[in-house]
Every structure is written in structure tokens, then in C-alpha cells.
């Protein structure tokens, strides 16, 4: 149909009805209407289907940031009383949610290891409803099998909710290895250009409906020209991560064995303990690496204030090659013992490798080690 190329951005906070008529059209359902921008909006809805279809889900719901879409997945899929199942690797701003706020509000948690020979049939009990997973996990890019865990989930009668921020759709889609509900930052790879915050869940229509309901009252709402950003990085994803992926690859190799390092975290790498479990649930391993430097914290600082090409910056997921130290950034607060829980150790830097030249990257890097 003619029109124009790209989605228009309908920077309005709310719409005009014709009529007494096209106000009960809107009230019985039909899509071509709308009423205001925090219900739906026509860019934010371009934005969806396109996600929608990119993560293999019958439909999507965008909000305001990652956390707005974690917080209000967690609150339509479980009840005051209910237990949520997390794994104790995750990203820290997750760990603080359902530690912090949601136990304030009457749910119970538990941080446990998945990974191994940890069997979820012996963890779970009658009130935990809800497995809260991602994989690969920040930082320290342990690897966990989305379908094993689903399958044993779903025997207990939970739901499971995959926060697919670090695979994307592209290297991963954790709807077709069992997930019920997928969770997005597009602040990250996805738009990938570090130029706007936002969020997202990717699965059936029911349960996508009922958490775009509690959006529309809890207010996490996207704003029309994110969305249109949104939109532009998804053209290009499958270029970016791929060529992420190859960075990040190079990268380890080069690193792995540095005397530098007590361990370069990597799931392309054979070492990697996920390394199996990864090749056969994604496409690509992905463009974060993690390097844990001997020496601790003091090293680590040392390493991060030397480089030169890579920047200096949280988040992750663009065009650039961004450094950042994880007990300063995403799980700072946490205790020591929740960091070991994690697999964090003090002397991590988590690199997030943007679409530069590999040569110019793996130079940097190697620079700024030697003053480590």
C-alpha cells in the first residue's frame, strides 16, 4: 500500500473521535482507533509487531525501560504470597527489585544456582510460581539451559520469564526453547545506537494482554519518537550483533591465557563451561566479554582508567565499545555474599564490543592490560 517508508512518529498524547459512533468503535474493540498515548499509540504499535515477529511471540508490549517491563511482567504473573524463583546470577537492578520492593509488597523470593547439575524439581516448592532466568547472565555470562529449565518449571506448574537482553532475538529466541514470556531492555542491542531507554515483553497474546492492562495503570508507558528510534536500530540488528559477535569472539581468543587475567568469560570460547549448552540454544555467542582481572577491584580500576578506545560508560548493546566495572555499576549495593552468588568477582570488567575494527579493539584492550 502507498505511504510512507518509515513508521511516522505520532508525537500526541491523546486522539480525536469524530463521533459519539467512533468512541463506542474504539470501546468495542476496533484497532484502528485510539485514545491516548499511554493505552497505545500507532509508532509504539509499529514497534511491537515488529518485535513481535523478530522474537517468534503472538505479541509484544513496549514500556518505558527494561525495568518497567521486568516489573510489571513480575506483577501480572504472580500474587502477593507467591514465591519467584530467580536465578542468583542476574543483572543487579533485577536482584535489587525483588529483593527491595517487591517483598514490600508481599512476595517471596529466592536467588538460587541453576546452573550445573542443580536439579529445579528439588528447589521448588508449592508457592513458588514464577522461574525468573536470563541467559546468558551479567556479567558473568554463565550460560543456562532455557529448555531443560522450562520443562522442569512447567512440571511444577510456574511460569518462566527469559530476560533475552544479552542474546536478542537474533542469536536466541526463548519462546521456542519453552519460555512463556520474554523480556527486553531496548535501551541496549536491540535500538543500539545508546540514544534512548526502553523495554519490553515478547510472548502469547494473553499473557502479553494482561501486562499491558497493569501498564496502563501502574503509567511505564513508551514514549512515540523511542519507539520510532526503536524502530530505525531494528533495521539493522542483525548486522550490528553479528559483527558484535565477531568482535567479542577475537577478543577472547586473544585475551584467553593473558597473564593478566584469571579468567576471560566468553561462551564462544571451548573453555567456557556453557560453551555446549550455548552453541546449541543460540546462533552466535554473542558480543559482551568479561575479563577478571588478578589483583582484584585495584587492577580492574587500573585497567578501566588505561583505555582509550573503549569508553568509559554503563549499558551495553551499541555501536561503541563500552567498558564498565559491575560492583560500581550494575550490582553495585550488593553484599559480598550475594556478588559470590552471582559469580561476581571484584576485579571484573564487563566489555560490551561495539561494530569497530577487531584490530583496533583487541589493541586497546592489550594496552590497557599492561598497566593493569
Known sequence: MPGPLAAPIVQTSTFVFGSAADMRRYLEGDGELFLYTRYA???????EHALASLEGGEAAVAMASGMAALSTALLSLAEPGDEILASASLYGGTTRLIRDVLTRLGFNYRLVKLGGRTRLDAIATPRSRVLLIESPTNPSLEVLDIAALAGAAHRRGMVVLVDNTFATPVLQRPLELGADLVMHSLTKALSGHSDLVAGALVGPA???????DLMKVLGGCLDPHAAFLALRGLKTVHLRVKRQCENALALARRLDGHPKLARVLYPGLHSHPGHSIAARQ???FGGMVSLVLRGGLPAAERFYDRLKLVARAASLGGVESLVSLPVHTSHHGLSPRELRAAGV??????LSLGVEDASDIIADVVQALEGA
Do not use: H, W, Y
Open 345 to 350: 568477582d571484584p576485579g571484573t570488567a564487563r
Open 282 to 284: 543460540m546462533s552466535g
Open 206 to 212: 494473553p499473557r502479553v494482554e494482561k501486562a499491558r
Open 41 to 47: 499509540n500507532p509508532t509504539i504499535q509499529a514497534l
